[in-house]
């Protein structure tokens, strides 16, 4: 059964930094694109990064400077290390495949931001 499970979120001033950690289970983590995303209050799902099997990255503009994605495979782990974190990042951070399955979405983990 596939499973993904988000942790390391977190309240924050603006500035401050938080890491993600996605925890897969259930596929062959190698052999997978993951990706990081998130939703805000009233707005609609948004990638936010992913990461190939390469290494290969991509990022929304949104976060382009701020925000690195990594991955473990030997620990079937992909994190979002988040710098510079603005009130505008508050959401709540999901991760899946990449592009995202619709049944596989976990509970995510809430980023709440203050100004």
């Known amino acids: 059964q596939v499973e993904f499970v988000e942790s390391g979120g977190g309240l924050v001033q603006a500035g401050g930094s938080l890491r993600l950690s996605c925890a897969a289970s259930?596929?062959?983590?190698?052999?997978?694109?993951i990706g990081w995303y998130r939703q805000a209050p009233g707005k609609q799902r948004e990638l936010v990064t992913a990461?190939?099997?390469?290494?290969?990255?991509n990022y929304a503009d949104s976060v382009k400077g701020r925000f690195t994605i990594s991955r473990e495979n030997a620990k079937n782990t992909v994190y979002l290390q988040m710098n510079s974190l603005k009130p505008e990042d508050t959401a709540v951070y999901y991760c899946?495949?990449?592009?995202?399955?619709?049944?596989?979405w976990g509970q995510g983990t809430q980023v709440t931001v203050s100004s």
């Open positions: 259930g596929i062959t983590f190698s052999i997978n694109a």
């Open positions: 899946n495949f990449y592009p995202p399955k619709g049944s596989f």
């Open positions: 990461i190939r099997t390469s290494g290969l990255t």
